[in-house]
């Protein structure tokens, strides 16, 4: 049972573009929302995040929109580079009070210089 | 530099052997947590400890054990039970009261390999 999925296991965007990854959730408790970036053989590195009290974060290039009716969200890259070229993975949690996280199956983004 | 040490990087073993990874992060974490990462999987929570001497069973404990004897340090033991091994181990870390919009500070991994 996939509580978040990714459904697009990769994509490929020219530099200078936008790169949209998606991810979409079940479990309507989730009211957390991280986003992290991995290169090959190192760890997840933290990204961006949002709760389910706001429908949009930005920070500097990279903007997390969530749209909880739909159960969706969303990071968008702008513009594009070639350093961005990674997996990157949507998490979600409830208040838990663990913030035990639930990783979708991560999205390989490929920037085309 | 503070951060999470993964080790060894690289690790195979024998059907039917135990083996143990590393972690230790200099960070001043209470919290610590291993995941397990499979080709086409979200990372999967093994075990978790929020503080010294304490552990919790995460989604997929079966076949693993951990301790958490000092507050920098948190092992986990693949043990022979483990039916499926061979696998990219990570372990993470949060400072105690973060909050849930703050992620975790991952380790480098270990890829584990059943030979």
């Known amino acids: 049972d996939q509580q978040v999925k990714q459904n697009s296991p990769s994509l490929s965007v020219q530099e200078g573009r936008i790169s949209i990854l998606n991810c979409d959730y079940t479990?309507?408790?989730?009211?957390?929302f991280l986003w992290y970036k991995k290169y090959p053989a190192e760890g997840p590195t933290f990204l961006i995040s949002?709760?389910?009290?706001?429908d949009k974060n930005e920070d500097g290039r990279f903007t997390v929109f969530l749209n909880k009716s739909a159960k969706h969200l969303s990071l968008h890259i702008v513009p594009s580079q070639p350093g961005d070229s990674a997996v990157y993975f949507c998490?979600?949690?409830?208040?838990?009070?663990?913030?035990?996280?639930?990783f979708g199956t991560g999205t390989r983004l490929k920037v085309l210089a | 530099d503070g951060g999470i040490t993964q080790s060894p990087k690289y690790l195979f073993r024998k059907e039917g052997q135990n083996v143990t990874l590393s972690c230790e992060q200099n960070?001043?974490?209470?919290?610590m947590y291993w995941y397990r990462q499979d080709p086409g999987q979200g990372l999967r929570l093994i075990y978790y400890?929020?503080?010294?001497?304490?552990?919790q069973k995460g989604d997929i404990a079966e076949g693993y054990s951990v301790s958490r004897e000092k507050k920098e340090s948190f092992p986990l033991t693949v043990t022979s039970a483990q039916k499926n091994p061979t696998a990219f181990y990570l372990c993470?870390?949060?400072?105690?009261?973060?909050?849930?919009?703050?992620?975790?500070?991952f380790g480098s991994g270990t890829r584990l390999t059943v030979v």
């Open positions: 993470a870390s949060s400072r105690d009261g973060h909050g849930p919009l703050d992620g975790y500070t």
């Open positions: 479990n309507s408790m989730f009211d957390y």
């Open positions: 949002i709760s389910s009290i706001k």
């Open positions: 998490a979600a949690s409830a208040s838990s009070g663990t913030y035990k996280y639930i």
């Open positions: 960070l001043n974490h209470d919290a």
């Open positions: 400890s929020q503080i010294v001497n304490d552990f």
